[in-house]
């Protein structure tokens, strides 16, 4: 059995990495398959200015691995570059969880016809206050990234998932791990 890609997107501010976070520390799937594993991504940006553990690498490095055909999948958003590498996914069994981008959404369908897209929402007023919370931009840079995300949207397919992350995030969580059970079989631990 060949890895299935569970490709979580959504606006900055929805709480992705957060959730992706949260179930990196708490939760495993157990050793019976389906496995789960949460695939590395190679990013042009420093560890200091993220709350993903990333490979961190420069422009230039990350143009080498690209002409190299480092990445199974890879995109530019925001002016970074981000990028999954072959070993993150190929000859693994089960899932793999991906971190990805709503732009190259249709591209990584079509490399990976058995996707299941993990859209990741929540409302206008909780997004404005994390991206504020989070000081990386001005209030007019922020408010175009408001805009652009709501203009952005992603239609779903067949066997996609959506949850909304508005309340506190071990509700949220718990609730993804029910529905990452019931859609793909995963099974997974309790949350720890």
């Known amino acids: 059995m060949s890895a299935a890609l569970i490709y979580v997107m959504g606006p900055s501010g929805v709480g992705k990495d957060s959730l992706l976070n949260w179930l990196r520390a708490h939760v495993q799937s157990l050793p019976a398959p389906p496995a789960l594993h949460f695939a590395r991504r190679t990013v042009t940006r420093s560890l200091d200015n993220s709350n993903e ?6 422009f230039d490095a990350f143009a080498q691995l690209l002409q190299a055909g ?13 990028g999954v590498r072959h070993e ?8 793999v969880m991906v971190n990805g981008s709503r732009a ?5 369908r079509v ?3 058995g996707m299941t897209a993990l859209h990741v929402s ?3 007023a909780v997004v404005r206050a994390r991206l504020a919370a989070r000081q990386r931009e001005t209030a007019e840079d ?5 805009q652009r995300s709501q203009s952005a949207g992603v239609a779903a397919a067949p066997g996609d998932l959506h949850i909304v992350n508005a309340d506190a995030l071990e509700t949220t969580a718990q609730r993804l791990c029910e529905m990452l059970q019931i859609s793909t079989g995963l099974r997974l631990t309790e949350p720890i």
């Open 142 to 146: 922020m408010e175009a990234r408001i």
């Open 122 to 124: 929540a409302p206008e």
């Open 53 to 58: 553990n990333h490979e961190a690498v420069g």
């Open 70 to 82: 480092a990445f199974a999948l890879h995109w530019q958003a925001h002016d970074l570059h981000y």
């Open 104 to 108: 190259y959404a249709a591209q990584a």
């Open 111 to 113: 490399l990976f016809p």
């Open 88 to 95: 993150e996914i190929a000859g693994r069994s089960g899932w």
